[in-house]
C-alpha cells in the first residue's frame, strides 16, 4: 500500500476518536466480556442491551453514510474517475469464524476484559490491563506475521462464496443482504427487521428512565457507542482514506509493528509521520486509553493497581489466546 506524508488532521481525527471513544468506555462500564458474563452469572442484561443498541445505531448509520456517499472517496489511477468509498464486508470462514470466536472467549474471560475493555481500563490505572493489551498484541501478531501464521491461514482458507463475479472470480466477501438480491431496497428491509426485533428488547430494559451512579446509563453508553462507531468510520474514510471504522484487533497489531519495528506493515492505507509508517487506525488505538483516563480522572476512579504475579501470568495468557482468536475470527 502507497505510503502517504502525514498530516496533521489524520492525527487529530483518528486520536480524537479514539479519545471520545475511551471516554465513552470508562463512563458506560461498556465491556463485551461483562455484558455476556452478567447474563450467565447474574441474570442481568443491562449491559448486553447496551451493546445491541450500540451495534443497531451503527448498523444504521453506517449503512447510511455508506448509501449517501459520505464515506470519502478515492482516484481510479487509470481512469481518473472519483470513486466513493464502501463498507469493507469480510469473507465468511465459518470455521476460522467459530473458532476464532471461541478461543477469544475463552481469552477475554482470562484476560478480564474483551480487546476494547482492556484498553479502556489501562487509562484506569489497571497494570494488570496493561498486561493484558500485551498478550493481545502478541498472540495478534504471532498469528497475522508469526509463528502461527499458517495455521491462520489454514483456518481461513475456508470460505464461502455466493456465486462468481463478472470475471468469473468467487465472491467470498459479501452482506446478508446478497443472500436477498443484493439491492439497497433488501438491505435496509434487513436493517428495519433487525432494528424493530432489537427495539422491543430494549424497551423492555426502560431506556428512557433516569440512571442512576456517577457513569452513563446503559442506554446512553450505547448510544453514544453506536454514534461514535458511525464517525469512526467516517473519520476513516475521509482522513485516513479507508473507511475501517473503530476496530481494535489489527490496528493494535499496526500500532505495536510501528513502535518496534517503525512500520505498521499494513495492506492498509499508511501514513509517514517523523519516520514511522502508521494506519490511521492504529493511532486511534492511542486515544483509547488516554480518553478512559480523562473520564476516570474526573471520576476519581483512576488508581494504579498492580495484582500479584500469578494473575499477571494469567492476564497475559488469556491475552495471547484473545489475540489468536480475534485475528483468526476476523477481528
Given at each position: 500500500?502507497?505510503?502517504?506524508?502525514?498530516?496533521?488532521?489524520?492525527?487529530?481525527?483518528?486520536?480524537?476518536?479514539?479519545?471520545?471513544?475511551?471516554?465513552?468506555?470508562?463512563?458506560?462500564?461498556?465491556?463485551?466480556?461483562?455484558?455476556?458474563?452478567?447474563?450467565?452469572?447474574?441474570?442481568?442484561?443491562?449491559?448486553?442491551?447496551?451493546?445491541?443498541?450500540?451495534?443497531?445505531?451503527?448498523?444504521?448509520?453506517?449503512?447510511?453514510?455508506?448509501?449517501?456517499?459520505?464515506?470519502?472517496?478515492?482516484?481510479?489511477?487509470?481512469?481518473?474517475?472519483?470513486?466513493?468509498?464502501?463498507?469493507?464486508?469480510?469473507?465468511?470462514?465459518?470455521?476460522?469464524?467459530?473458532?476464532?470466536?471461541?478461543?477469544?472467549?475463552?481469552?477475554?474471560?482470562?484476560?478480564?476484559?474483551?480487546?476494547?475493555?482492556?484498553?479502556?481500563?489501562?487509562?484506569?490505572?489497571?497494570?494488570?490491563?496493561?498486561?493484558?493489551?500485551?498478550?493481545?498484541?502478541?498472540?495478534?501478531?504471532?498469528?497475522?506475521?508469526?509463528?502461527?501464521?499458517?495455521?491462520?491461514?489454514?483456518?481461513?482458507?475456508?470460505?464461502?462464496?455466493?456465486?462468481?463475479?463478472?470475471?468469473?472470480?468467487?465472491?467470498?466477501?459479501?452482506?446478508?443482504?446478497?443472500?436477498?438480491?443484493?439491492?439497497?431496497?433488501?438491505?435496509?428491509?434487513?436493517?428495519?427487521?433487525?432494528?424493530?426485533?432489537?427495539?422491543?428488547?430494549?424497551?423492555?430494559g426502560q431506556p428512557f428512565q433516569k440512571g442512576s451512579g456517577k457513569g452513563y446509563k446503559w442506554s446512553v453508553a450505547?448510544?453514544?457507542?453506536?454514534?461514535?462507531?458511525?464517525?469512526?468510520?467516517?473519520?476513516?474514510?475521509?482522513?485516513?482514506?479507508?473507511?475501517?471504522?473503530?476496530?481494535?484487533?489489527?490496528?493494535?497489531?499496526?500500532?505495536?509493528?510501528?513502535?518496534?519495528?517503525?512500520?505498521?506493515?499494513?495492506?492498509?492505507?499508511?501514513?509517514?509521520?517523523?519516520?514511522?509508517?502508521?494506519?490511521?487506525?492504529?493511532?486511534?488505538?492511542?486515544?483509547?486509553?488516554?480518553?478512559?483516563?480523562?473520564?476516570?480522572?474526573?471520576?476519581?476512579?483512576?488508581?494504579?493497581?498492580?495484582?500479584?504475579?500469578?494473575?499477571?501470568?494469567?492476564?497475559?495468557?488469556?491475552?495471547?489466546?484473545?489475540?489468536?482468536?480475534?485475528?483468526?475470527?476476523?477481528?
Amino acid at each position: 500500500m502507497e505510503v502517504l506524508p502525514g498530516n496533521i488532521a489524520v492525527v487529530l481525527s483518528a486520536v480524537l476518536v479514539g479519545v471520545a471513544f475511551g471516554y465513552v468506555l470508562q463512563r458506560g462500564r461498556y465491556c463485551v466480556n461483562t455484558a455476556f458474563r452478567d447474563i450467565i452469572f447474574i441474570n442481568d442484561l443491562t449491559l448486553f442491551r447496551a451493546y445491541v443498541l450500540s451495534v443497531v445505531v451503527a448498523i444504521i448509520g453506517a449503512n447510511l453514510f455508506e448509501d449517501m456517499g459520505w464515506l470519502g472517496s478515492w482516484t481510479d489511477p487509470e481512469t481518473g474517475e472519483v470513486i466513493p468509498n464502501t463498507l469493507g464486508r469480510q469473507a465468511f470462514a465459518p470455521v476460522a469464524n467459530i473458532l476464532g470466536g471461541y478461543l477469544f472467549g475463552l481469552g477475554m474471560v482470562l484476560a478480564g476484559g474483551c480487546g476494547s475493555g482492556i484498553l479502556y481500563r489501562v487509562g484506569e490505572g489497571l497494570v494488570a490491563a496493561l498486561v493484558a493489551v500485551m498478550g493481545f498484541a502478541a498472540g495478534i501478531l504471532m498469528t497475522l506475521k508469526g509463528l502461527l501464521r499458517p495455521l491462520y491461514l489454514w483456518l481461513r482458507s475456508y470460505k464461502v462464496s455466493i456465486g462468481t463475479d463478472e470475471w468469473g472470480d468467487p465472491i467470498y466477501s459479501f452482506g446478508l443482504h446478497d443472500l436477498f438480491g443484493g439491492s439497497v431496497a433488501a438491505k435496509w428491509v434487513i436493517i428495519a427487521i433487525i432494528t424493530v426485533a432489537a427495539g422491543v428488547f430494549l424497551l423492555k430494559g426502560q431506556p428512557f428512565q433516569k440512571g442512576s451512579g456517577k457513569g452513563y446509563k446503559w442506554s446512553v453508553a450505547g448510544l453514544l457507542i453506536g454514534i461514535l462507531a458511525v464517525v469512526g468510520w467516517w473519520a476513516s474514510g475521509v482522513w485516513g482514506q479507508d473507511p475501517r471504522g473503530i476496530s481494535f484487533t489489527g490496528p493494535l497489531g499496526e500500532l505495536s509493528l510501528a513502535l518496534l519495528t517503525g512500520n505498521s506493515d499494513s495492506a492498509r492505507q499508511m501514513f509517514d509521520f517523523f519516520g514511522y509508517k502508521v494506519t490511521w487506525s492504529a493511532l486511534l488505538i492511542v486515544g483509547v486509553p488516554v480518553g478512559s483516563y480523562l473520564s476516570a480522572r474526573s471520576l476519581k476512579e483512576f488508581a494504579l493497581k498492580a495484582p500479584d504475579a500469578k494473575e499477571l501470568l494469567t492476564v497475559f495468557g488469556g491475552g495471547l489466546l484473545m489475540g489468536f482468536g480475534a485475528a483468526t475470527g476476523g477481528g
